[in-house]
C-alpha cells in the first residue's frame, strides 16, 4: 500500500447509504489518500468499509479506529484479509483499545490493560491462519497510540499509529519514539473562521466528549496543558491547540507543521462554524492535494 500524505477523517454514523457513497466519492475525486471513520456507537466497522471500498476506485478505507473489544483476532484478522482481497489491497486496519465506558458501559466486556491487551490481540492475530490462498502481501495494520509504550509497539508490531487529537508536539515526540520508517498517520481538526469567539466555540463542542476520557486527558496533561486549562470546556490555548483555526493558510501551516514534526500522513477532520457534524465540503476542496 502506497499511503499518500493527506486523508480525510469523518464520522459515518450519520449517512444514509447514498449520502456516504456521494462523499466518498467526492474525497476520492479531490486526491485525498485515504478516507478514515471511528467505530463507536453506530455503524460497526468492517461493514462500513465493505461498503466505502465497494463504491470507490482508487481510495483507501482505514479504520480509525476499529475497536478489538468489538470482535475476536481471528474476526479480525479474517475481516481484514478478505476486505483486503476483494479491493485491490485497499482496506488500512487500524485497531485500537477505544474507552473504558465504551468497552464495559456499551460492550459490558472488562477493560483490561491497554499495552498488555493490545499485544495479546496483535499476538493472537499473528497466530491466526489468514485465507487460502494466502495473499502475496499482507495488509497494513496501525494502532490507535497516544502514549510512548503503545507507539513503540505500534511501530514494532504493526505498520505505524494512528495518534488523533494531538499537536504537532505530540507528533515529533512519536516520531522520535516510532523510528524512521513507521508510519505516523496524525488527525488534525481543522475550521475555515478568522471569528476568534466563534472558533473556540465550535472547537469546544467538537472536543467536548473526549475531554471526559482519561486517555485523551492524560496525554494532554503530559503535553504541558495544567488542569485548569482542561476545565469548563477548555481553555483558549488548548482549544487552539487541538482545533487549527483561521484562514485556509493559518490551518494549512499547521498541517504542515505535523509533517516538519514527522507525520507521514495527516488525516484532516473538519470542524464547521455553525456546529453542524457534517463534513465542510468547500474547505475539504480548497486542502485537496
Known sequence: MELGKLGVWCSTDAFNAKDLAELAQRIEGLGYAALWYPEARGHESF??????????????????????????????????????????????????????????????????????TMRAYLEAMENTPGLNPPLEQAPPTVLAA????????????????HPYLVTPEHTARTRKIAGPEAWVCVEQKVLLSEDAAQARQAARQAVSFYMTLPNYRNNWLSLGFGEEELAEGGSERFLDAMVAWGNLDAIKERIQQHFDAGASHVCIQTVRADGQRLPDMELLEALAP
Open 47 to 116: 461493514a462500513t468499509g465493505s461498503f466505502l471500498l465497494s463504491q470507490t476506485s482508487s481510495l483507501i478505507v482505514a479504520t480509525g479506529i476499529a475497536n478489538i473489544y468489538a470482535r475476536d483476532a481471528t474476526t479480525a484478522k479474517l475481516g481484514q484479509q478478505t476486505l483486503a482481497k476483494l479491493s485491490g489491497g485497499r482496506f488500512l486496519l487500524g485497531l485500537g483499545v477505544s474507552h473504558i465506558p465504551m468497552v464495559e458501559g456499551l460492550r459490558g466486556h472488562s477493560y483490561g490493560k491497554p499495552v498488555a
Open 146 to 161: 497516544l502514549g510512548p509504550k503503545m507507539t513503540e509497539l505500534g511501530a514494532t508490531r504493526t505498520a505505524g499509529v
